[in-house]
């Protein structure tokens, strides 16, 4: 059913872009017969490119893992207070671009700042080809501008990583071993009175993990707070660990390993992806040097023509 649904997609997607350029061709005798103006002809083109573009944008995410919904963790890096306030201004961008597509969000685990903002925050994100759009942010995060917690007013420096994993689903069979799990339970933070405070329902998953093609070991660590019921926090602690899991596999049989590591480079400067320089209302990808004055509307989850960029250029590379 998933195959038909996919292929259905493609059909009607080819269909209505052969449609829309229909129109383009005709428009253009219709404007010599008087029919039509040339404002309404320009209207029509550019509707035909919009579906063009957009049929072009979803042909490359063709591999398998595009198609899956997303874990996406954020975490301050370099910079204390203004790095933790930067970190919950992109947990904020990211779900508002969430909202904007319809994709179905859900805080898993977060641990707030000391003075302000968060030190790091785990987001379920279900939906089709979340993981496909998003895999493009994949990286450090660096923002410039005149500090808030700064008493001097000076211009700062600070960081935040993105990590975004595929979420694996039930088509997808990933193998645990019981003997190299181990659980905690823990009572969340937050206000008081309220229940996550009074039992141990938050709780934490470690695992300890055997790379089978380096012989590397290391401890995989998962925190899920997402609700009230224990049974239920370790039920998506499991499937994060699952989706670390897959993604590790992933970086070996699609030769990602050096490329994703790239990515996860040491939270400071000179590893940034991305720089979002408010004073001089630029917001810069470096990778692609796409760029856009328009801060407000990047902040506000306006972050299509950056993924957009990423994957013309990179998806073919993967």
Not at 16 to 34: C, L, P, R
Not at 83 to 95: I, K
Request: charged residues 35%; aromatic residues 8%.
């Amino acid at each position: 059913m998933r195959k038909i649904k996919t292929l259905k997609m493609w059909i009607e997607k080819c269909a209505e872009v052969e449609a829309a350029v229909g129109e383009v061709e005709v428009g253009f005798d219709f404007v010599k017969e008087g029919l039509l103006t040339e404002e309404e002809l320009d209207a029509l083109y550019a509707d035909a490119i919009d579906k063009i573009e957009k049929l072009e944008l979803r042909n490359m995410l063709r591999r398998e893992e595009d198609k899956l919904s997303a874990i996406m963790k954020i975490n301050s890096g370099a910079g204390g207070t203004e790095s933790q306030d930067w970190a919950s201004m992109l947990m904020r961008m990211y779900l508002r671009w969430c909202e904007k597509h319809g994709y179905k969000t859900a805080i898993q685990h977060l641990v707030d700042g000391d003075e302000a903002g968060i030190k790091s925050v785990t987001i379920g994100i279900e939906g089709d080809f979340a993981y496909g759009y998003l895999k493009s942010e994949n990286g450090v995060h660096r923002l410039v501008r005149v500090s808030p917690y700064n008493a001097q007013g000076k211009r700062m420096t600070s960081f935040a990583s993105v990590f975004v994993s595929p979420m694996v689903d039930d088509t997808i069979e990933i193998v645990l071993d019981p003997a190299r799990i181990s659980w905690d339970t823990f009572r969340s933070s937050g206000a008081g009175g309220q229940n996550v405070n009074k039992v141990e329902s938050g709780v934490r998953v470690r695992y300890q993990f055997k790379d089978p093609y380096t012989g590397e070991e290391e401890e995989i660590l998962v925190e899920n707070t997402e609700t009230r019921d224990q049974p239920k926090n370790r039920e998506n602690a499991l499937r994060n660990l699952k989706s670390i899991l897959y993604n590790k596999e992933l970086e070996h049989r699609r030769e990602e390993q050096r490329k994703i590591e790239d990515s996860k480079k040491k939270i400071e400067w000179g590893s940034q992806i991305r720089s979002y320089v408010f004073d001089d209302r630029r917001v810069k990808d470096h990778r692609t040097n796409y760029q856009t004055s328009n801060v407000g509307a990047v902040m506000d989850g306006d972050l299509d023509n950056f993924i957009k960029a990423y994957l013309m250029e990179f998806s073919t590379d993967e």
